[in-house]
């Protein structure tokens, strides 16, 4: 008899599993998973671009993987790479036989694939799905993701935990958040506001070097910039771009999508923490890009302005289906296919640009690139 209940439970929960998972939600899933995979074939294409203060933290894993410590020279203990985790997360790799720029490039691409899991996993609280996948296919094309996802840097490793944090928060799954908070801030220390799930990570760095202050964030902050609104001026460049970047036609889509999307608590969150990000480096100054070349300061804004792009994006199709007030959900689709299509077309030109002129400033690693992306 209980074999009997037993069973019937399982068939009961296998049927209210497949009554979820209708051909809608199959598509969705699909085209989730083949936007991530477009996003895994770019940034394989458009090759690794070792820069910046990747150059630091490739150097500190290679000596721990080595056994040497946790040394940029042996024998000295400084710290000069402000980001921990992630400089032991490619020396752990580097440990099992992988080059460190080899692991440093894995680590960039597999982070940049599950942040837009993770993105998705958010939009889709308070975004139609249409919306989650235009919101995707931002996120997969914008160049200074995809170009700093191939830099070395921590950049896409800041950017998940970053969404994660703002997703368990949303969820109310206190606990892991708490976990997600002490690894962004791990990764760099801007996230500072969680430093009290640091402690351990604290009272190790005073111990062995001295100081839990980067050499390298203590050279940062010593550049003065005599111009007040220099920070200011430069946000707004930024998003108003038309000579690199291009992002002046989408910073009115992100501003219409953000408009009309659903107030949900992750939207409230996510919007909330890029307002407070944003003041902090406009009030201390230091978005000095393009002056100096620290972009990697703006790319956790481009998570959140790609969903407000793909609302826009969706916005357009629904208003297009709803001319004469009727609704009509194949002209919605027929109309988001081309403006994908656009999108695509303009930012493989711009990615094609980026990729010509980082080989030119700072050359590429060749053995990662493809060739369907020519200069």
């Known amino acids: 008899m209980a074999k009997l209940q ?15 998972l209708d051909w809608r939600t199959v598509v969705f899933a699909t085209s989730v998973a083949g936007a991530v995979g477009f996003a895994i074939a770019v940034r394989l294409a458009f090759g690794a671009h070792i820069r910046e203060d990747a150059y630091i933290t490739l150097r500190y894993a290679k000596h721990i993987a080595a056994g040497h410590g946790f ?4 024998g000295e203990h400084v710290l000069g790479t402000t980001t921990p985790l992630y400089a032991l997360l490619v020396a752990g790799l580097a440990a099992l036989g992988l080059a460190p720029v080899t692991a440093a490039v894995a680590v960039g691409i597999i ?4 942040a837009m899991v993770v993105l998705g996993l958010l939009a889709a609280r308070f975004l139609p799905r249409m919306a989650v996948l235009s919101a995707l296919l931002v996120y997969a094309a914008l160049s200074p993701i ?3 996802a191939l830099s070395g840097m921590e950049t896409p490793l800041y950017v998940l935990l970053i969404l994660s944090a703002v997703l368990t928060y949303a969820q109310g799954r206190m606990r892991l958040l708490g976990l997600c908070a002490a690894l962004v801030v791990l990764t760099r220390p801007d996230a500072l506001v969680f430093a009290i799930v640091m402690l351990p ?17 203590v050279a940062k902050l010593q550049r003065d910039v005599s111009d007040p609104t220099l920070s200011l001026r430069n946000l707004v460049w930024y998003f108003s771009d038309t000579e690199n970047r291009w992002f002046l036609p989408l910073t009115p889509l992100f501003l219409f999508g953000i408009l009309r999307s659903k107030r949900d608590r992750a939207l409230v969150v996510l919007i909330a923490w890029a307002f407070a990000y944003v003041a902090a480096f406009v009030i201390s100054n230091r978005l000095v890009f393009p002056i100096i070349p620290f972009e990697w300061y703006f790319l956790p804004l481009l998570a959140p302005y790609s969903i407000g792009i793909g609302a826009g994006m969706e916005g357009i199709a629904a208003a297009a289906a ?26 493989v030109g711009v990615l094609r640009y980026q990729h010509s002129e980082l080989g030119r400033l700072v050359g590429v690693e060749k053995r990662y ?7």
């Not at 069973?7 to 599993?17: I, N, P």
């Not at 982070?111 to 599950?114: E, I, L, M, N, V």
């Open 71 to 74: 040394v940029f020279n042996t």
């Open 146 to 148: 995809v170009s700093w």
């Open 111 to 114: 982070a940049d694939a599950a």
């Open 201 to 217: 990570w604290l009272a190790f760095a005073s111990s062995y070097f001295g100081s839990p202050i980067p050499q390298s964030m």
């Open 369 to 375: 690139t493809v060739s369907w992306l020519p200069e």
């Open 6 to 20: 037993k069973d019937g439970q399982l068939v009961r929960a296998r049927s209210a599993l497949l009554d979820r």
């Open 322 to 347: 709803s001319v004469g007030r009727t609704r009509r959900p194949w002209l919605r689709t027929a109309v988001a296919i081309p403006v994908a299509g656009i999108f695509l077309l303009g930012y």
